[in-house]
């Protein structure tokens, strides 16, 4: 195992980020944490050291973004390995969530990805190497969940720029992977890291209820460990030809099952009139 590489991880406070961190410095790797807040990093991770640095970063403001990935390249000397993990669920349905809720889940999960890879890439760029993780979920791969539309489009946009992302970089060395996990049992769904809508509307009677199983049901019982899930990563990042794609837990291998064998059926059922656009000849 190469105990040089250097990780930069975002939402590492807790959750899964805070898990892949710590899995990462129990294996000698180097590992720059970012958090809103750096005390947190502190509080469960330690100060900085050697082979730790924890970072205060905006993941919002782009050039907070650029300042603390420079910081990461002074440090360490270099970036091997980014783990966009940083994000929040926003539970609401499509009319009852205000713009503001709706545009800060996107600033989060879309923008704020979107603001480390582009000042990232140029330092994987120059040195011809590297691996981007994008942790989406399997809500960006199949989105029927009531209550769940806006965050799952969040995820969606993820899939289409690292589809994108894996095309552009690519000859350059760089591997992408987009990580579509299903329920792993953190804090993901806890008060606090979940958002739910500020004004619900009582008529959604099936959101509601899909809101409740999430946060009294699912909450404390998701089927995977989020400690295998690093390990995971570990192997993936190890691997010379990396997938783009990558569901990770039977869940997830579950649903979007359902979602192609559900596309499969419809393509079929409709083949003729969807192929009839075209010119006679």
């Known amino acids: 195992m190469n105990t040089t590489k250097v990780w930069f991880i975002t939402g590492a406070s807790k959750g ?27 509080k469960e991770i330690g100060t900085e ?18 300042n603390s990935i420079n910081t990461v390249i002074r440090y360490f000397g270099k970036i091997d390995v980014i783990v966009n993990n940083a994000g929040y669920s926003q ?6 969530l205000s713009e503001e809720e709706v545009e800060n889940n996107f600033k989060v999960n879309v923008y704020g990805s979107l603001n480390v890879i ?27 969940f009531a209550g769940f539309g806006i965050y799952c489009s969040t995820k969606f946009a993820m899939a289409g720029f690292t589809e994108a992302l894996a095309e552009e970089i690519r000859p350059f060395g760089v591997h992408t992977t987009l990580v579509y996990p299903g329920y792993f049992r953190t804090n993901f769904l806890s008060k606090g890291s979940i958002q739910t809508p500020s004004k619900p509307i009582t008529e959604y009677k099936l959101a509601r209820e899909m809101q409740e199983v999430h946060l009294k049901e699912i909450n404390g019982n998701q089927p995977n460990d989020p400690k295998k ?3 995971v990563l570990i192997k993936l990042s190890e691997q010379e030809n990396p997938p783009v794609h990558f569901f990770m837990g039977k869940d997830a291998y579950h649903y ?20 009839s656009t075209g010119f006679k000849d």
Do not use: C, W
């Open 118 to 144: 582009r000042n990232a890439s140029i330092h994987l760029r120059k040195q011809h190497s590297g691996h981007i993780f994008n942790i989406a979920s399997v809500g960006g791969y199949t989105g029927n």
């Open 256 to 275: 979007a099952n359902l979602k192609i064998e559900t596309i499969q059926k419809a393509m079929k059922a409709h083949q003729e009139l969807g192929t």
């Open 91 to 96: 539970i609401g349905t499509l009319e009852e």
């Open 16 to 42: 899964l980020g805070l898990t892949i961190t710590k899995k990462l410095l129990e294996h000698g790797f180097n590992v720059a944490a970012t958090s809103r807040n750096k005390e947190s990093l502190i």
């Open 49 to 66: 050291n050697k082979k730790f640095l924890p970072i205060e970063m905006d993941l919002t403001n782009n050039q907070n973004v650029k």
């Open 229 to 231: 899930a690093a390990e």
